[in-house]
């Protein structure tokens, strides 16, 4: 009897090669694994083991399309309540604040690229979570993008410069990248517009001002803030920015809870872009990781910086709560 031709035992098939095959027949043939072990003469263990290896080595990359997190009702409630034109909302699950925080980055780095068009000028904000998207994303060529970074250079608390959070993040697009080459707040306000007046600084503001998408999260006014632990503000100054209404802080900028931007004694002395250059963008990405930041983050969306949310069940009911 002839020998059925797309059957091949392991010893035609071996090392890499047999990872390979049993990747791509349960991922791309949809065989399940007690069919691949039968065509490949091996145990159904022996398939497990395989097809994890393929994801250990890299081979596989699963995602979900971005309308099994748009198109639910929690998503087109929060659209509805905050005039958005999308939000991704992802389900709760389980695990601690750091993996809580983990599977909405990577949420936001899964939807990111389809947001963006060739041609577009994506200013992004720095810090944690802008950081971890940009680590999360993949490697995916946008033509013409460039990517800006909005706010001035400070040193910060988790290892990694500014900077790197728009250079990572034009890496991972093959994107021109422009950094501001300033710090995020100087120590006097003299400073601050002499700087400003460079041709070079004049011109990276200019760039930064004509960006048409952006990307940031919103922190919060406590003690413990990323505005605090990065330098930008003491506790005494962070008091009184709260004692004149501010509840959140955006690009370094603080705002109170109807998203206007509070003026206050840093603001002249900070290197970075003003919030109303933030607002009529045509998409601001805002991506927020817990609950505890519905309250800075419905300001920001009652301000009008954003149109695309991405967050958590959790989250996006507590923004409902306090609409």
């Known amino acids: 009897m002839a020998q059925n031709p797309t059957r091949r035992s392991t010893k035609q098939i071996s090392g890499e090669d047999i990872v390979v095959e049993t990747a791509w027949l349960y991922y791309h043939d949809g065989l ?96 944690k979570t802008v950081y971890d998207v940009a680590e999360q994303l993949e490697q995916t060529t946008i033509p013409d993008l460039t990517v800006l970074q909005l706010v001035g250079s400070m040193a910060t608390p988790y290892g990694f410069s500014a900077d790197v959070c728009s250079s990572n993040m034009a890496r991972k697009f093959s994107a021109t990248c422009i950094n501001l080459h300033v710090p995020a707040i100087l120590s006097s306000a003299k400073i601050a517009a002499t700087l400003r007046a460079e041709t070079l600084i004049a011109q990276q503001f200019e760039a930064v001002s004509n960006c048409n998408k952006t990307l940031f999260a919103v922190g919060s006014c406590n003690p413990d803030s990323h505005i605090v632990s990065s330098g930008l503000a003491t506790l005494d100054e962070l008091d009184q920015y709260k004692a004149m209404g501010a509840v959140g802080v955006l690009c370094g900028r603080f705002i109170n809870a109807d998203g206007d931007p509070v003026s206050g004694p840093l603001d002249d002395r900070m290197m970075g ?38 967050t958590d069940q959790r989250s996006a009911n507590a923004m409902m709560n306090l609409a």
């Open 32 to 127: 399940n694994q007690s069919d691949i072990a039968t065509r490949l003469m091996v145990s159904r263990a022996t398939v497990v083991n395989y097809l994890q290896e393929a994801r250990e080595r890299g081979y596989i990359h699963t995602k979900l399309s971005p309308e099994a997190f748009t198109t639910h009702r929690a998503a087109l409630k929060l659209c509805e309540r905050f005039d958005l034109k999308a939000a991704y909302i992802l389900p709760d699950g389980t695990g601690g604040p750091d993996d809580h925080a983990s599977r909405i980055t990577r949420g936001a780095a899964d939807w990111l690229p389809s947001l963006l068009e060739p041609g577009d000028r994506l200013g992004i904000a720095w810090g």
């Open 273 to 310: 872009v003003e919030l109303e250059k933030l607002r009529d963008r045509d998409a601001g990405i805002l991506v927020s990781i817990s609950e505890d930041r519905a309250g800075p983050t419905v300001a920001a969306l009652k301000g009008g910086y954003a149109t695309h949310v991405v």
